[in-house]
Structures are given as structure tokens and as C-alpha cells.
């Protein structure tokens, strides 16, 4: 059980902003929000995480709700290279469960 | 950033046979590393939790005695699959954290087809 809720895929234009929403209205307040993001044929990628605040890094940004129980992951330029499928994960002690995921779709 | 490094990337050997895989963290020490299995169209699984120098920690259904895992250092740890089969054919993943809570970063996987 990924306890997280994504939907099946999204699509985007290439030099424009993504949105990805992710819903865990269960979370703990000891969950950590992760996402990880994975090529065809690869391992996943660390994207970014955060517990309470939003977060930046030079990959994304990462909204997290007040109440915590969604989060959004914003590439804020997508590239074909973004193509691929992204997983929210919430997580205690670090062990990660991993769910469907988004199947992010960039269009030239 | 953190890198893991997964050896081989891919092997192909016949029904009964044993296969290692090795898993590395390059430039950070890893008290935890993690085995994954993903089947085509699948998402990833966690098989076992691995914590330098004690025994892993199997996740329900993953026989311990059929994927065997040693964590000798805080920058290795291997996976061997014993009397492999062609069901055991995925694709198996490592990832390695220096810190409870920190990220995890992965290897690059390994497919493994038996024959």
C-alpha cells in the first residue's frame, strides 16, 4: 500500500511549467514527502523531499499543503528529458514504498 | 552528488544457477542499502533493508534463504541469487542512504534473464 495517489499520467509542452499532484490525506507528522523520478531501463532518480515547508533545489520545487495531506512537485521548465515517471512517497524511517506513479509525457 | 554504482548491468545464465550483484556507494559511507525488484510494467518492490554489519531484514514474501544479502562495509553490499530460476528473471535495483530520513540514491539496476 503506497498510501499516496497520483494520477496514471500527465502531459506537457516542452519549455513550459509542470504540475504534479500528489495526495496523502493519511500522513503522519512524521512522514517525510519524497519524490523520485525514473527513466526506461534505469534506477529512480532523487528529485527532491520536504516535511513541512516548501522546498526548492535545482531540479524542482516541491508545494506541500498546510495541512499536509497533498504536495506538489513543480518542474518549472520541463525538457524531454523530464520525461518520465514520477513517484511521491511518503515515508517514516526512510523505507520507501513505491506506487504507479505519474507518467509525465513532454512534448517537443 | 551521491553516487551508487551497480555491478553488473545485466546477465544472462541458465536455470540453477547463483548470481551476485554488487552494489556501491562511491563517495558517501551507507549504513542502510535497500534491494528492489521491479518486473516489466511494474513499479518497484522492496525485497530487503540491509544495515552494515548486522543481517538484512526481509519484507513479507521474499525468501531469505533464495536471495541472500551481506553487507560487509559501509560502502558494499551484495545480492546473490541462489538456484536461480526463470521466474527470478527482473530487473534489481539497489539503493544506499547515508542517514535515516535522507534520501536515497540508486543504482543504475541489473537485468537478469535465466534461461
Known amino acids: 500500500d503506497a498510501k499516496t495517489t497520483q494520477p496514471n499520467s500527465m502531459e506537457s509542452n516542452e519549455e513550459e511549467p509542470v504540475h504534479l499532484p500528489c495526495n496523502h490525506s493519511t500522513i503522519s507528522g512524521t512522514d517525510y514527502i519524497h519524490w523520485y523520478r525514473q527513466l526506461p531501463s534505469q534506477g529512480p532518480e532523487y528529485v527532491i523531499h520536504g516535511l513541512t515547508s516548501n522546498v526548492n533545489n535545482r531540479m524542482a520545487s516541491l508545494a506541500i499543503a498546510e495541512d499536509r495531506k497533498s504536495s506538489t512537485l513543480i518542474l518549472h521548465r520541463a525538457t524531454l528529458r523530464d520525461a518520465a515517471v514520477y513517484y511521491c512517497i511518503r515515508t517514516s524511517y526512510g523505507k520507501l514504498t513505491f506506487g504507479q506513479g505519474t507518467i509525465l509525457t513532454v512534448h517537443p | 552528488g551521491a553516487v551508487v554504482s551497480q555491478h553488473p548491468s545485466w546477465v544472462i545464465c541458465k536455470s540453477g544457477t547463483s548470481v551476485k550483484i554488487e552494489c556501491r556507494s562511491l563517495?558517501?559511507?551507507?549504513?542502510?542499502m535497500f534491494w528492489y525488484r521491479q518486473f516489466p510494467k511494474q513499479s518497484l518492490m522492496l525485497m530487503a533493508t540491509s544495515n552494515e554489519g548486522s543481517k538484512a531484514t526481509y519484507e513479507q514474501g521474499v525468501e531469505k534463504d533464495k536471495f541472500l544479502i551481506n553487507h560487509a562495509s559501509l560502502t558494499l553490499s551484495t545480492l546473490t541469487v541462489t538456484s536461480a530460476h526463470p521466474e527470478d528473471s527482473s530487473f534489481y535495483i539497489c539503493?544506499?542512504?547515508?542517514?535515516?530520513?535522507?534520501?536515497?540514491?540508486f543504482g543504475d539496476g541489473t537485468r537478469l534473464s535465466i534461461l
Open positions: 563517495d558517501f559511507q551507507a549504513t542502510t
Open positions: 539503493s544506499a542512504r547515508p542517514y535515516s530520513n535522507q534520501p536515497q540514491h
